[in-house]
């Protein structure tokens, strides 16, 4: 199991160090704040294994729980990190794989959760159907 990230993880703030395994991309998300039950659509546009910046627009305070579903990847739970205009930083509680949130949907690993039926069917769609002689 992942550990939590330490404060210190999180307060690190030199440049080199933050940049370094940030990505920049465009990817949709949903936000939900436990406390309020509020759900929002958010655009990502920095992703790392510690934290994202998010684009919307919404209330949210500083410290307050925060929970994410990223494609690949599923519900992740962090705390806001900052609030500035219609941006969000999100602090996760536990790091993550950032690259597979960058995946095509579908090529991630086979999920041991899904029903067997469903499996082959998504193996099936997957195939190419055989040539036929003319």
Not at 106 to 133: F, I
């Amino acid at each position: 199991m992942n550990k939590p990230l330490e404060q210190t993880d999180m307060d690190d703030t030199s440049e080199s160090n933050r940049s370094n395994d940030r990505n920049s991309l465009l990817l949709k998300a949903v936000l939900r704040f436990p406390s309020s039950g509020t759900e929002n659509e958010v655009r990502i546009r920095n992703l790392s294994s510690g934290g994202l910046m998010a684009e919307a627009p919404l209330r949210a305070s500083r410290g307050e729980v925060a929970e994410i579903n990223l494609k690949n990847i599923g519900w992740i739970t962090g705390k806001v990190a900052w609030v500035a205009e219609s941006r969000i930083g999100i602090a996760f509680d536990y790091p993550i794989d950032p690259k597979a949130a960058r995946q095509a949907v579908g090529t991630s690993k086979v999920d041991e959760t899904m029903p067997h039926y469903l499996r082959k069917l998504n193996q099936q769609a997957t195939q190419k159907p055989p040539l036929r002689r003319i």
